[in-house]
Every structure is written in structure tokens, then in C-alpha cells.
């Protein structure tokens, strides 16, 4: 019998990270979204008129992907872009439309953490743990 590999708290965060990840893709799938474009929408929303560099940075893609993201929201009725021209500022802001669709993703995240929650409380509560004290630590 084999002994298991050491522990290592990256590949354990990565591997419940892909679990999780999954469940989410597959039900935002529903909604036309992936987790990518909730990102994307949530932070438009989070920040009205934020810039496509700004979006792209915090979102750790290029800009170009962002630009194709955003089209596809606006060809969708998701979000408003309100662009003079190329090069000009940004003020891409969400619509009804696109706040109706982040709050069923929403119902769907949290439907999710509920399950994750009954199925793994001690990790559930570890994480949450943690959490508050990164945002405690922030200056």
C-alpha cells in the first residue's frame, strides 16, 4: 500500500477551486454566462463607467478579450457603452437587463454555497475564518 503525498495546501485550495468551479460553470451555463463574463458584469456594475484597461486588469485578461466580452453584452442588452470612439474613456454601465441576469446568477451562487456549506461546513467555516481576517488585515 501506498502512502499518500504529503499534503500541500496549494494543490488541496486548487483542486476544492476546480470542484467548485465546475458546479458554477455548469448552472451559469443556464443563464448563457460563465464564470469569466459573471466576473466581468459583476465588476461593471460594481464600478459604472470603468475603463476596458481596468476592467482587463482586474480581471487578469487582455483587452481585447474584454472588448469582445462587452460587444457580446451589448449585442445582449447586458450592459450600455456608451463610447464616444476608440481611445475615448468608457462608461459601460449595466442594465435592468443585465441586473436581472447578475441576481439569478446570484441565486445560483448562492444555491451553491448552501450545498458546499451542508457537504463541508468545517471548510466552509475555515474559509470564511480566513476571510475576515484578510479584510481585517487590510489597511
Do not use: C
Not at 470603468?50 to 442588452?77: C, D, P, Y
Not at 464616444?84 to 451553491?112: F, M
Not at 448552501?114 to 487590510?138: C, I, N, S, T
Amino acid at each position: 500500500m501506498s502512502e499518500p503525498p504529503p499534503f500541500s495546501p496549494t494543490i488541496a485550495l486548487l483542486t476544492v477551486a476546480r470542484v467548485w468551479d465546475a458546479a458554477l460553470a455548469d448552472e451559469l451555463k443556464a443563464l448563457g454566462l460563465t464564470s469569466r463574463k459573471y466576473g466581468l458584469l459583476g465588476h461593471i456594475r460594481g464600478t459604472p463607467g470603468i475603463s476596458f484597461s481596468e476592467l482587463a486588469r482586474r480581471s487578469r485578461i487582455t483587452v481585447q478579450s474584454v472588448h469582445t466580452a462587452v460587444a457580446g453584452f451589448v449585442q445582449n442588452g447586458l450592459v450600455d457603452d456608451d463610447t464616444a470612439h476608440a481611445g475615448s474613456a468608457s462608461a459601460l454601465r449595466v442594465t435592468a437587463e443585465g441586473e436581472a441576469l447578475l441576481a439569478q446568477a446570484a441565486k445560483v451562487v448562492d444555491d451553491i454555497d448552501g450545498r458546499f456549506a451542508d457537504q463541508h461546513p468545517g471548510l466552509v467555516d475555515a474559509l470564511r475564518a480566513h476571510m475576515a481576517e484578510v479584510f481585517a488585515a487590510r489597511p
